[in-house]
């Protein structure tokens, strides 16, 4: 199984800031990574495919980057609505697997 | 639009068997895959198994041994079965569905599953 290491488990940071959560997986995984957004009581949501493709509907805030082993999030200008867990997951190959979250908080 | 909406019983006590049904609307089971992710409480996404468009299945395999998908494409409706409950099981149970292979662009708002005597 593809192993998905997701940093920071926790984040604080202010409204306007810039803020950057990684996932490493542990075999190359050709770009099949998505990151989800979770808001509390609420089910994921869809934000990036393919490591860097914004989904329908997502603010442009939101940006992926990365390839082979090594992806990143990055959320500009913090909003209070970005208040949220964030996940990354590989589609590469089944089973597919989820990072551990990162839980994103206001200062 | 997209939805999908999980229904089953909220309680299930130790060694028995979990049904739950996931209704779509807005896409059609035989264009799209549907997946079950579970979250324990406070934890992580664990992704249990899926149901392709074609009507072929795949399992995680820490599961597969308790899991079983299936579908009712005139009703629009997957099922999902796990047998042999424990308390490890306790989580909320979200379908999915699936744009290509396993990205997940749609979910459900979740089941919560208990399970205790």
């Known amino acids: 199984d593809i192993q998905m290491t997701q940093s920071p488990a926790s984040l604080s940071a202010s409204l306007g800031e810039t803020v950057t959560i990684e996932c490493r997986a542990s075999?190359?995984?050709?770009?099949?990574l998505a990151w989800y957004q979770q808001k509390p009581g609420k089910s994921p949501q869809l934000l990036i495919y393919n490591a860097n493709s914004l989904h329908t509907g997502v603010p442009s805030r939101f940006s992926g980057s990365g390839s082979g082993t090594q992806y990143s999030l990055k959320i500009n200008s913090l909003q209070s609505e970005d208040v949220a867990s964030y996940f990354c997951?590989?589609?590469?190959?089944?089973?597919?697997?989820f990072g551990s979250g990162t839980k994103l908080e206001i200062k | 639009q997209v939805q999908l909406k999980e229904s089953g019983p909220g309680l299930v006590q130790p060694s028995q068997t979990l049904s739950l049904t996931c209704t779509v609307s807005g896409f059609s089971l035989t264009s799209y895959d549907v997946h079950w992710v579970r979250q324990p409480p406070g934890k992580g996404l664990e992704w249990m198994g899926g149901i392709w468009g074609d009507g072929s299945t795949a399992y995680n395999s820490a599961l597969k041994s308790r899991l079983s998908i299936s579908r009712d494409t005139s009703k629009s409706q997957v099922f999902l079965k796990m047998n042999s409950l424990q308390t490890e099981d306790t989580a909320i149970y979200f379908c999915?569905?699936?744009?290509?292979?396993?990205?997940?662009?749609?979910w459900g708002q979740g089941a919560s599953v208990t399970v205790s005597s």
């Open positions: 999915t569905r699936s744009v290509y292979y396993g990205l997940m662009d749609a």
């Open positions: 075999e190359d995984i050709y770009n099949g």
């Open positions: 997951q590989q589609y590469y190959n089944y089973p597919f697997t």
